[in-house]
């Protein structure tokens, strides 16, 4: 007992309310300036990844989605399951094949990366984003990762290093973590940018 009264002496903190979290609204959402990158949704087939990559796309204020081939769009229930409304404030664009999107996003000065496991990644942990560029990442199928036709067109690959017996994670888990890791480092840019402008 001892032991618990001194870690709760530590340990001093508590669950934020909703109106703590100075959450924005929708229309506020849609014109503030967005993390230029865009998420490629590769034939994902189930919604309920759908609906995450969508709510992790609002999180991090991603530039927009790219649903292509097979891939679901809203609305549909099981996508609004996971996405949470975030459906309403993301933007997303359809594209029958993903080689459009990829060809759209060269076209527009985009660096295509797939997040997927090659011969020869850049692992992500290795990976620095250059602040002039805009970024996209193409996140694959559940069962066939990224498709053999779309990777000759990339930039490289980013690969998350992992060290259990699997080597396979959920994509919108993996999804989830390529865009924090580099809305972390966009984040870092931008801080840096406003500490000269204001000197």
Known sequence: MAFIATFKQIIDMRKLAVDEMNRIDIEQFKKLDKTPMIVVLD???????????????????????HLCGITACPP???ITKTALGST??????????????????????????AVEQVDTPIF?????????????????????????DVLPYCDGALEIPQIGTKHS??????????MWHLYSQ??????????????
């Open 169 to 178: 994670l959920n994509v919108s888990v993996s999804a989830g973590m390529a």
């Open 43 to 65: 034939n994902i087939r189930s919604m309920n990844n759908v609906g995450s990559f969508f709510r992790t796309a609002d999180a991090f204020r991603i530039e927009q989605l």
């Open 76 to 78: 549909h229930r099981e």
């Open 124 to 148: 992500l942990n290795d990976f620095i984003w250059n602040s002039n560029d805009k970024i996209a990442l193409i996140m694959g199928n559940e069962v066939f990762g990224v498709s053999d």
């Open 186 to 199: 966009w984040l870092n840019i931008q801080k840096f940018s406003e500490h000269f402008k204001t000197k």
């Open 88 to 113: 309403e404030s993301v933007e997303w664009n359809y594209f029958e094949t993903t080689l459009q999107s990829v060809e759209w996003l060269k076209k527009n000065n985009y660096i295509v990366y």
